[in-house]
Every structure is written in structure tokens, then in C-alpha cells.
């Protein structure tokens, strides 16, 4: 049983193309998370919602825009794909408070 | 600024040589300190969580220690399967309700049989 699953794994879209990645947890979490990691594997926050709630907005631009449809599940969509988006993004989620954060296998976004 | 520096970017050992990476932080008051490994496309996998100075964890050949400015990953006898890269991350107790851990870059560990 994948504890926190995300899809697509591999995403390869042209510039200007709107796109979507899945997020979902059955760890009974409270709190979901979008990570972005760059070419140089440096791992950043983006968003964070608790309880379905926005709590972290790391100044993303707003072409990203995350939705909780309730506490399993975190999507990322995309608008108008830029070359500089390519990156690995993860997924994660916790328990509010002092806990580790548990990750997803990534989605490796290229945009052509 | 909360920051997180890991040393060094990359290290070669030999099969049963024992080492240490290293994780300083800059953090205003630390609510948690955690290690994680990371393999070639996949994501961070969870090994340790250290909340105050003093404190270690174990496992297999795996040990975390934690001081005021800084904690270890000390690795004894490796093995091959312990290549990876080796994340540091910290929780700022400032961070209110979120849980946001800041990463560093990662220490890419290399275990030559």
C-alpha cells in the first residue's frame, strides 16, 4: 500500500500547456504539501494546506494553483507552462505539529 | 533568515569506512531537526527526528546526533546500499501552524565495495 501516491510520474508538455498533478494520502494525515526540487536537487516548500486550508503560500507565482478537495488529496494545477517550471515536484504530508513529513516518488515535469 | 547548510555536497567512501555528514542551521528556535535519504527518482525517504541538543537516534548504521548549531550523520562500517543523498531539514518553531521544513542541498554519498 503506497502511503502517499502522486501522478503522473513523468509529465513532458509544451510551453503554454496547462497541466495537473495528483496528490493522495491514506496515512490519515491532516496536513498535505507541495515541494518543488530543482536541478541541483535543492528542496523547496510551496504550498501548504491543513484540513483542507491553505496555511503555505511561498510566494508561488499564480500560475500554480493547489486544491484540497478534502484532507487525502492535494492537486497542483499549472497554467501556461514555462521552460524555467521543469523541475521535480513532490508531494508530502504530516500531522499538524512537531512530524515528519512523509514524501511521494515525485513528478518529474519537462516543459519543451 | 532560517537556512540550513549540509557538508559536504559529495563523498566517496570505501565499503566499511565510517564517516560523518554534517547539517548546520540558522534557525529562530528549533521545533524539530530531521534526516532524510533520498534515492535516484525517488522521494525523501524519513530516518531520524531530533527536537533538542543532546539528543541521538539510531538505526542499523545509521546515527544522528543534534547540538545548538548543528547536527551529524555519522555512518559505521557502510555498505553499498547506504549510497544515496542525505537531506538535513529543520521546522522553525516561528513557523506558527505551519510545519514548513527548510532543506539543504544534500550531502551525495558514494559507498564503493
Known amino acids: 500500500d503506497t502511503a502517499v501516491s502522486q501522478t503522473p510520474k513523468y509529465l513532458v508538455t509544451q510551453m503554454g500547456n496547462d497541466k495537473s498533478i495528483k496528490c493522495e494520502q491514506n496515512l490519515g494525515h491532516d496536513t498535505m504539501y507541495w515541494y518543488k526540487q530543482d536541478s541541483k536537487k535543492f528542496l523547496k516548500i510551496m504550498f501548504s494546506?491543513?484540513?483542507?486550508?491553505?496555511?503555505i503560500n511561498e510566494t508561488v507565482p499564480n500560475r500554480f494553483s493547489p486544491k484540497s478537495p478534502d484532507k487525502a488529496h492535494l492537486n497542483l494545477h499549472i497554467n501556461s507552462l514555462e521552460l524555467g517550471d521543469s523541475a521535480v515536484y513532490f508531494c508530502?504530508?504530516?500531522?499538524?505539529?512537531?512530524?515528519?513529513?512523509?514524501f511521494g516518488q515525485g513528478t518529474r515535469l519537462t516543459v519543451v | 533568515e532560517d537556512q540550513v547548510t549540509q557538508s559536504p555536497e559529495a563523498l566517496r567512501l570505501q565499503e566499511g569506512e565510517s564517516s560523518s555528514l554534517n547539517c548546520s542551521y540558522t534557525?529562530?528556535?528549533?521545533?524539530?531537526l530531521f534526516w532524510y535519504r533520498q534515492d535516484p527518482g525517488k522521494g525523501p525517504e524519513f530516518l531520524f527526528t531530533?527536537?533538542?541538543a543532546g539528543e541521538e537516534k539510531e538505526k542499523e548504521r545509521l546515527k544522528a546526533t543534534l547540538t545548538k548549531k548543528e547536527s551529524f550523520l555519522h555512518i559505521t562500517a557502510p555498505k553499498p546500499e547506504d549510497s544515496a543523498t542525505y537531506l538535513c531539514?529543520?521546522?522553525?518553531?516561528?513557523?506558527?501552524?505551519?510545519?514548513?521544513?527548510?532543506f539543504g542541498t544534500g550531502t551525495l554519498l558514494a559507498v564503493q565495495p
Open positions: 508530502a504530508s504530516s500531522l499538524q505539529g512537531r512530524t515528519e513529513a512523509f
Open positions: 494546506y491543513n484540513n483542507k486550508e491553505l496555511i
Open positions: 531530533l527536537y533538542s
Open positions: 534557525v529562530s528556535g528549533l521545533r524539530g
Open positions: 531539514a529543520v521546522q522553525a518553531s516561528n513557523g506558527g501552524a505551519t510545519n514548513k521544513l527548510i
